[in-house]
């Protein structure tokens, strides 16, 4: 009835035209039970089933995120067995702080012509889960802490797969920020958190860039498995949201097959060996299972065939590797984060003797460890890339061993660091290359600190005593801590850069290239100061998001806490300077003009931000948020207009007890800048509010009468007059009675003989709410 499928039999069963322009229903109506229920489960560790009678064929859908992992012999979900060559482009942490989302559409278009001429159908990626914590162990998998720059960055990535022929998959949704007992861990989120930070970068890239394909996560929420979520696969991602496309699982997250089907789960990932066919076979004829929940499984997944189908028939793109190594490269420069520059230190005089130091230099870290490993189809190395772009000598020290590596071959640790100290004291300037072993940050584990190893802080110390000018770079995935920012005159945040990062550093440090990153995430000073401090990784199978929506720079703004680059943050060899700025508020949108000159002599760009607040409001809020921003490409000594645009739903925040957006009316501060705490214009805008009108509850309190608009004013009468009759004693005016009453629910306040508030009149008020 069904065979085995291969990629490979993509287009070419008896019948394609039929099936590729047949209904998905039509289709699966005419489907077995029996292939209806293999076709809702992998067949491989790749392949989804084909059903050779119908005209499906299979379909091969693979990793992702940063460049193509498509195993050709064993396969595994942890980037153990060997890949396709592939480009690997630099991952999100790096990508991510471009804050562009034309350089990341291209990146996604390359990886998706990649992928088109491997024959996949779906590239298992973008990841938008959000930082909560920087000791997530996938953290460079990931854009950001902030759900706009993620849910925009997914989006652009997605939109560039696309573009290409081949699905995108946004992952892993949702709530999935943390490795630590991924597969099981309960994230305990309220509402608001959940709506406006968690979920809705998910909403935005869906919007904006219909992604073919969504990741279910691995972890439960509100103790209820993400794949097995029937509010979270249904009635938020399609009803709300309305998501079209193929909800796949994340390898071995269903639990329960039957209950991950209701839900909505289309495809369970990868095969079970039969078991998952066996057991929605059974839940159907014992009446289990409604099997038009199967049917629409089954239809999503024959629609998921046919667009990859399609895709696979439009015109392909030839991949060019040394353009895709090119383009590689320019990202990397574009991500790059310069934190600091003393002195213009940076960029180097290519006449300068340069010590390098630090193995990361010549044997780079470039990506991070897990599904996401991409098999290179090259890779540079800064110390070469140096070399050539030097025009006096060059002389190089490991500094450390790198670790599992024997120090007996280039010496201790000790000798090491003699040997860089006195390398770096005969040197104009010393750069040297600092970073977290590849062991330290993976998927499947979180880290436990936010340190660099104690041997390279040393070896930085004794560089640096033997030459001051001495420029770090730093390749890790996840945040580290930097004891040496107020040391060290010059530090390039370099993440990992994918396999062009060593050349592209080297641009970076001899001004081929203007640093133009920008953080997406804080560097905090310390990682007790972080949000989730206190409550990460949980314990017992749940981890409380106690932090709420006070994620990231939100949280060290609203508490004032000093950190040691704040989100956004990022240098250029040039300057910029923002002026005329205007902001207007329309029905739909607030519309931001600035003016952004470049006022330095290299051309260069600036990522324009654009911050919202709304003081005083009536719900916790950070001081302000990131709603806009653009990298504007500026040559030397040029000025141009910048227009960026606020979607008026941009504003509003999750109202939990009408469960629905809500924009708060009143004074929003609109703050525009080159970094969250580098704020160079602000202006005060009135934002009309939605109408919000709760209908009152016995529940209720008096101050919710009183803020409600329908009621307000006989509350205050009825207050006013029990006031003047004595209600307050001698203490109390009706402002200070109504302060100590405003929390009482109304269906208790009928004791109140005296007050003229009895029972009646608490029926009139709910009443009048209620009528329409
Ligand atoms: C990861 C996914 C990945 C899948 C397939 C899982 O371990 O969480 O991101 O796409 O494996 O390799």
Not at 487 to 511: F, K
Not at 533 to 553: I, S, T
Not at 661 to 683: C, I, K, M, N, P
Request: glycine letters at 10%; one cysteine or more; charged letters at 25%.
């Amino acid at each position: 009835m069904t065979t085995p499928a291969t990629p490979s039999s993509l287009g070419t069963d008896s019948s394609p035209d039929l099936f590729a322009e047949a209904e998905p229903r039509d289709v699966v109506a005419r489907l077995s039970l029996e292939q209806k229920a293999e076709l809702v489960t992998g067949a491989t560790f790749w392949t989804t089933a084909a059903v050779e009678e119908a005209g499906i064929p299979a379909i091969m859908v693979t990793d992702g995120p940063h460049g193509l992992r498509k195993q050709g012999g064993a396969a595994d979900h942890l980037g153990l067995e060997q890949s396709v060559p592939a480009t690997c482009f630099p991952p999100a942490v790096a990508l991510g702080s471009a804050f562009d989302t034309d350089l990341a559409e291209r990146v996604g278009a390359a990886i998706g012509a990649e992928a088109r001429a491997e024959g996949v159908g779906v590239v298992l990626g973008p990841g938008l889960n959000i930082k909560r914590s920087p000791l997530c162990g996938r953290s460079f998998e990931y854009f950001s802490e902030d759900p706009l720059v993620s849910g925009e960055l997914a989006a652009a990535v997605t939109r560039g797969i696309q573009s290409r022929g081949v699905g995108a998959c946004l992952k892993h949704f949702a709530a999935n920020n943390q490795e630590h007992d991924r597969m099981r861990v309960s994230s305990d989120v309220d509402a608001r958190p959940l709506r406006e930070i968690y979920l809705r970068g998910f909403e935005r890239a869906i919007a904006s860039a219909r992604p073919w394909t969504v990741m279910s996560a691995y972890n439960k929420i509100n103790g209820v498995s993400a794949s097995e979520d029937p509010w979270l696969l249904t009635e938020v991602l399609r009803d709300q949201w309305g998501f079209d496309g193929l909800v796949i699982s994340d390898w071995f997250a269903v639990g329960d097959r039957v209950e991950a089907l209701r839900a909505g789960l289309d495809l369970e990932m990868p095969t079970t060996g039969g078991a998952s066919q066996e057991q929605v076979i059974a839940a159907v004829q014992e009446g289990d299972l409604d099997e038009a929940a199967l049917d629409r499984c089954a239809a999503r997944v024959v629609e998921l065939v046919q667009k990859v189908q399609a895709g696979a028939r439009t015109p392909a793109v030839d991949v060019d590797v040394q353009a895709h190594h090119a383009l590689a490269r320019e990202a990397a420069a574009r991500s790059a984060v310069l934190l600091k520059n003393d002195d213009e230190i940076l960029p180097l005089d290519a006449s300068a003797s340069v010590a390098v130091i630090g193995e990361f230099a010549r044997t780079p870290r470039y990506q991070g460890a897990g599904s996401s490993q991409i098999n290179p189809t090259r890779v540079d190395d800064a110390l070469t890339a140096i070399t050539a772009a030097s025009r006096a000598e060059v002389r190089f020290a490991p500094g450390f061993p790198l670790e599992g590596a024997e120090e007996t071959a280039s010496g201790t640790a000790e000798s090491l660091r003699a040997e860089a100290a006195e390398a770096a004291g005969a040197a104009d300037v010393a750069v040297v290359f600092l970073g977290l072993p590849a062991a330290d940050e993976s998927e499947g584990f979180d880290r436990e600190h936010l340190d660099l190893p104690a041997e390279q802080l040393n070896l930085l110390e004794a560089v640096v005593e033997a030459n001051p000018r001495t420029v770090v770079v730093l390749s890790h995935g996840g945040v580290v801590a930097l004891p040496f920012a107020q040391t060290v005159p010059a530090i390039l945040e370099g993440w990992l850069l994918g396999q062009a990062g060593g050349s592209a550093t080297a641009d970076l440090l001899y001004g081929t290239a203007n640093p133009s990153g920008r953080l997406t995430e804080t560097i905090p000073l310390r990682l007790a100061d972080s949000p989730a401090y206190l409550d990460f990784p949980g314990e017992h199978g749940h981890v409380r998001y106690g932090e709420g929506v006070f994620v990231g720079y939100r949280w060290y703004d609203a508490r004032d806490l000093d950190v040691a680059f704040p989100f956004g943050h990022g240098l250029s060899y040039t300057r910029f300077e923002h002026t005329d700025l205007d902001v207007s508020v329309e029905a739909d949108e607030l519309r931001i003009r600035t003016t952004i000159t470049n006022t330095g002599e290299r051309d260069g760009h600036e990522v324009v931000q654009v911050y919202v607040g709304r003081p005083g409001s009536a719900v916790a809020r950070a001081p302000r948020e990131l709603k806009a921003f653009t990298a504007v490409a500026l040559q030397a000594g040029e000025s141009q207009i910048v227009e960026l645009r606020v979607p008026r739903q941009d504003l509003a925040h999750w109202d939990r007890r009408l469960d629905r957006w809500v924009v708060e009316g009143g004074e929003h501060v609109v703050a525009v800048g080159a970094s969250s705490r580098d704020l160079r214009q602000e202006t005060r805008v009135e934002v009309p509010g939605d109408e919000v009108a709760v209908p009152l509850t016995r529940e209720s309190t008096l101050g919710d009468a009183l803020a409600h608009p329908l009621t307000g004013p006989l509350v205050r009468e009825a207050v006013q007059e029990a006031a003047q009759s004595g209600g307050g004693g001698d203490v109390f005016s009706a402002e200070g009675l109504m302060r100590m009453l405003e929390s009482f629910p109304l269906g208790r306040l009928g004791g109140f003989s005296t007050s003229g508030m009895d029972q009646e009149w608490v029926d009139g008020l709910i009443a009048r709410t209620r009528r329409g």
